[in-house]
């Protein structure tokens, strides 16, 4: 059956019927929302508002005029609208206006006088920065000098941009690395400073969010050096509580503008599950990281597969076939993966049947991290243009790119938040045509919980953005770069708290920095910003460079690199298969071979955890749980070959160095005759804590915004620092990011959730739905499905009873 790309939803729906291996569990249809106009606010200047009527915005919906007219009178803002609700208006018109110069002067405004006056865009992705500027560019407003700074820009580019640009796109990386330390070249454009644009700010959460909160920080100490108290305007999806998340970012008092006045389209969302493989031979697609798999319960780990022989199929097979069915009908669709490597396999199945049925395999192509520069950017132009009919991606596409075509998103697998889930499938219908969002459920115990219960689905809350600024491992360092470009003072406690002070005590014990009567100063001769990474990434990129020819093909972080682009790794990029024949950690190279073996590999590794100290405990009967530092040490040891079928061809040793993670974590003890008395014997044990692990660190999102990638976990039948057996769920970056402790104070709802989810499971032994975690570095053994039960009642017979539910 074939359709043009303007089909409706449900003959989208009759394309996929019969498709893959499952079925369409669930329809709902949100309705389409009309809407709420407002006139233009007096103090717009006239000619960026007749730009702006040029281009047929006569009136603006209801939330661009009040937050424009918050803004342009000085006022921090936080624009929280749905995907597609045009908050870009409420900073492209405050940034005009500054860049021009012009207005009313019958109409003061924050712009006053000023003529030039610069404006900062902040986005957490160079696509999304790309796209903007293509935006503003097209408005051809007189006096706007844009352009975008960030990794890829030329040196000779950058000194045009530091002496002439009045807009600036660039991220928060960049800011940190680049612009603060050099501070004193960017003079002029500091004392202009009028406007600090903060796009998509909900995605600032973690260590991240920490990072960017010091950096934003950083940002107002510069700019008040040289005069300037810029207006902050943060844009965001919904989320839980958007001035509160503003106000951790940036320090400062922010308005919530929420009451969203754009029109939606109607949006038909499908819960589709998959159903068991279909056979050994039509499954190269299961051994290559399906559902965005990992080698460990360490998160920071990247492997490239795991099987489904115990379960459905894997999400990302099951959405190669559906999405090659759309592209093949002339649907314009977009198809999110959560790995790099499900990407590459979920647009290579589409291509494979492009090419069988006779069709243009070019219509098609992967999108993801660790590309280069010229290659994103030719994407982002095939999305924008139709010349691409379909792409395949991570969560790099998930944020505010404007595509209008787009009728269809695909989701393989729960993207890990509300948040993400609503950016995800908002990317359809931009051009007002009704769309179609297809969830396609892992086989993981949360999406298994999710595709059955429909209304827990589509009536979860947006969680609460979770990020703590004066994390010590994040506050430490930012204090450092701080130091480096201006002398700290007392006068800095405003900006980053009491809590700076013990820091800086440390910091001047270390002899990172040294006091003067004028304030304390960095004392060494490297850079600070050389040594911290704003994402809490491991290490500086690893370059992949094909041996024959010495192209670099794209780039893996140093940290990911010891479980993607080992000795003998598999490497994929845009459908083609390498082989690694070198990791140089050293060089930071890893050098590959063009070559399709005939196998995928999988990094297996071993994790252990010492207890730091408990900051805070709580007993439920014999059980007690905690909340406190740990570290965590972690090795890659070894990698598996799988043939297409799920056979394991053979296992290789490797060797690695060991990685060392400083974190917070929640574990649990009890004592080894409670679990006796409870039937779980010694050889019980060790595959009843493991699987209790595994489900708990999948139903982590049900109490914080995060999921088993934010999350690691360890347990062992005997930990020495607890002299019981143990488990721990841990935040799986240095210093925290604040999803342990938000576990542990919903304990008893996060595991109880667990055991409901193992115990209705219908399979008898354990599955991926259940028990099976696909970053499993241990191979998912040993793992006891009916012991787990049997240990999680044991665990909250008396938590029912905990004061603090």
């Known amino acids: 059956m074939t359709y043009d790309a303007r089909c409706s939803p449900d003959q989208m729906l009759d394309i996929l019927a019969g498709q893959g291996t499952g079925e369409l569990r669930h329809v709902r249809r949100r309705p389409a929302r009309e809407t ?67 207005h009313d002067p019958a109409t003061p405004s924050m712009f006053a006088s000023l003529r030039g006056a610069t404006s900062l865009y902040l986005s957490p992705t160079k696509a999304l920065a790309a796209d903007q500027r293509t935006r503003l560019e097209a408005l051809a407003v007189p006096g706007a000098r844009l352009a975008t700074l960030d990794g890829d820009t030329p040196p000779d580019e950058r000194r045009w941009i530091r002496d002439h ?53 950083r940002l107002r100490r510069i700019a008040a050096r040289y005069g300037a108290e810029p207006t902050f305007v943060l844009a965001s999806a919904t989320a839980a509580d958007p001035a509160r998340h503003a106000r951790a970012l940036t320090g400062l008092d922010v308005t919530a503008v929420t009451d969203d006045g754009s029109p939606r389209p109607a949006l038909t969302f499908g819960l589709w599950e998959p159903g068991p493989p279909p056979g050994a031979e039509a499954e190269h697609e299961v051994s290559s990281a399906l559902d965005g798999a990992r080698g460990s319960d360490d998160p920071a780990d990247s492997s490239a597969d795991v099987t489904d022989d115990l379960g459905r199929r894997s999400a990302v097979a099951e959405t190669g076939d559906l999405f090659g069915a759309l592209v093949g009908s002339g649907v314009q669709t977009l198809a999110f993966a959560r790995s790099r490597v499900g990407v590459e396999v979920v647009a290579d199945m589409a291509r494979q049947r492009l090419w069988n049925e006779g069709l243009d395999e070019s219509l ?87 595709v059955h219960h429909p209304d827990v689905f589509f009536g979860r809350p947006v969680e609460a953005t979770v990020m703590d600024p004066t994390n010590p491992y994040v506050l430490a360092p930012q204090l450092a770069c701080a130091a480096a470009e201006l002398p700290l003072t007392e006068d800095d406690e405003a900006l980053f708290g009491p809590g700076m002070w013990p820091l800086v005590d440390s910091l001047v014990e270390r002899a990172v920095l040294r006091r003067r009567p004028t304030g304390w100063y960095w004392a060494r001769d490297d850079r600070p910003g050389d040594h911290v990474s704003l994402r809490g990434e491991g290490g500086d990129d690893v370059r992949i460079v094909e ?97 297409p079928s799920g056979e394991v061809k053979g296992e290789h040793p490797l060797d690695l160095p060991e990685r060392t993670l400083v974190t917070k974590g929640v574990w649990w003890t009890l004592p080894e005759d409670e679990l006796a008395d409870a039937g779980i014997t010694p050889d019980v044990a060790p595959g009843a804590l493991h699987a209790a692990e595994h489900c708990s660190i999948g139903l ?106």
């Open 364 to 450: 098609v192509a992967a999108y993801r991290g660790g590309y280069l520069p010229e290659e994103r950017r030719a994407l982002e132009r095939g999305l924008r243009t139709g010349t691409l009919r379909g792409i395949a991606a991570t969560s790099a596409l998930e944020l505010g790119i404007d595509v209008s075509g787009l009728d269809a998103v695909l989701l393989a697998g729960w993207p890990g938040t509300v948040a993400s889930l609503h950016q995800q499938a908002g990317r359809a219908g931009r051009s007002g045509r009704d769309a179609l969002a297809l969830f396609v459920a892992a086989d993981d115990p949360l999406d298994t919980y999710l």
């Open 36 to 102: 709420v106009t407002a006139p233009w606010p007096d103090s717009v200047p006239a000619l960026v508002r007749s730009t702006f009527e040029g281009t047929g915005i006569h009136e603006l919906w209801s939330h661009q005029s009040e937050a424009i007219a918050r803004v342009m009178a000085g006022e921090h803002v936080v624009v929280a609208t749905g995907t597609a609700s045009g908050k870009s208006l409420a900073y492209q018109v405050p940034m005009l206006s500054a860049a021009t110069g012009a």
């Open 547 to 643: 041996s024959r020819t010495g192209r670099v093909l794209g780039t893996v972080d140093g940290e990911r690199a010891h479980s993607s682009v080992f000795k003998g790794a598999v490497y994929v990029h845009q459908g083609v298969s390498y082989v690694s024949t070198e990791l140089d950690l050293k060089d930071g190279s890893a050098h590959v071979v063009r070559g399709n073996p005939g196998w995928s590999t999988a990094a297996r590794s071993v994790s252990a955890f010492d207890i730091i100290g408990s900051s805070a405990s709580r007993a439920w009967g014999a059980a007690t749980l905690h909340y406190g530092d740990i570290r965590v040490t972690t090795r890659v040891t070894s990698f598996l070959r799988r043939l």
């Open 165 to 217: 640009a009045n807009v600036i796109l660039t991220n928060p990386d960049l800011l940190h690395h680049s612009m603060l330390p050099a501070h004193e070249r960017w003079s002029m454009f500091w004392r202009s400073l009028r406007l600090v644009v903060i796009d998509e700010c909900h995605i600032y959460r973690g260590v991240f969010g920490a990072h960017t909160a010091g950096v934003l920080r």
């Open 700 to 805: 982590i999102s049900f109490v914080a915004q995060g999921d088993r990638w934010d999350i690691g976990g360890v347990s062992t039948a005997l930990h020495p620092d607890t002299d019981m057996p143990t488990v721990v769920v841990y935040d799986a970056l240095p210093g925290g990011s604040g999803f342990a402790e938000r576990a542990y104070a919903r304990a008893t709802e996060w595991l109880t959730a667990t055991k409901e989810a193992i115990e209705t499971c219908a399979c008898e032994s354990g599955c991926p739905a259940c028990i099976q975690s696909p970053k499993c570095g241990n191979g998912n053994s040993p793992l006891d499905k009916h012991g787990a039960i049997a240990l999680l009642d044991l665990l909250l017979r008396d938590a029912y009873d905990d004061p603090a539910n």
